[in-house]
């Protein structure tokens, strides 16, 4: 979920004949998130996996996010989106295939109709949670170990994205002045895997930071900076 102004972008197509098999996006940019007839089956990075099977499904819908631009070596002209073919199997269905293509610019966010939440929600849902602050707003930390990765907003400001598995940093910054008291309002995208219960729908308000550490991170394969 891109920081504006370089919006995510959605393709859905639907293809003349059920279909199954693999998918596979030969120049992904950067991160795809893939749905069959709007069930989420997973995602394609363009540092780990080109690749991925899919069930049968009659419309394919491919969520792209852009995660910023390389600004030196080989990638410098970094293009985004789904530079190359878009194929399953043998067939190349981003050619002659009619593809509904629309940018989700997240800056309208306040312009969201939620109902209650009555069970987990899939991948890719726009959530909204309130709390309250007794007092005078301090500093504060979210932390979000309990999701995987996506973009908060409190108070209709972009605080940033999340990516905890990734890091390096776990927390995301969330100035006093942003806050009030009384009541505040958070909304977050999580665009990737929802927490496995609806217990486990919440996120923490902490006083400290945790901007992680050099460990290498299972998401990310270093060897796309190797020149």
């Known amino acids: 979920v891109s920081l504006l102004p370089y919006p995510p972008r ?29 069930k989420y089956i997973g995602k394609i990075y363009r540092a780990v996996n080109k690749k991925i099977s899919l069930p049968t499904f009659k419309k394919l819908g491919l969520l792209v996010e852009n995660m910023g631009r390389i600004n030196y070596g080989p ?12 194929k399953l199997g ?13 940018s989700l610019p997240l ?31 301090a500093d504060t930390w979210v932390k979000m170990s309990n999701f995987d ?16 598995v990734a890091g390096p ?18 909304i977050m995208l999580e665009v990737s895997k929802m927490p496995g219960s609806t217990g486990e729908l919440f996120v923490e308000l902490v ?12 998401e990310i394969d270093k060897s796309i900076f190797d020149y």
């Open 90 to 102: 043998d067939e190349t269905v981003s050619k002659g295939t009619d593809w509904n293509i629309w």
């Open 169 to 186: 940093q776990k927390h995301l910054y969330v100035p006093s002045v942003f806050l009030k008291s009384g009541q505040n309002e958070m």
């Open 75 to 86: 990638f410098l002209h970094d293009y985004k989106g789904l530079v190359g073919d878009v």
């Open 10 to 38: 959605v393709r859905e197509a639907v293809v003349s004949t059920q279909s199954t098999g693999e998918l596979e996006i030969t120049d992904p940019r950067d991160m795809v998130y893939v749905f069959a007839d709007d």
């Open 107 to 137: 800056n309208n966010t306040h312009l969201a109709e939620f109902n209650d939440l009555r069970s987990n929600p899939g991948p890719a849902s726009l959530m909204k949670g309130l709390f309250t602050i007794h007092g005078r707003p």
């Open 149 to 164: 990765k996506g973009v908060i907003f409190i108070n209709g400001r972009n605080i940033g994205r999340y990516w905890p």
């Open 207 to 218: 006083d400290h930071p945790d901007v992680g550490s050099c460990e290498e991170s299972p």
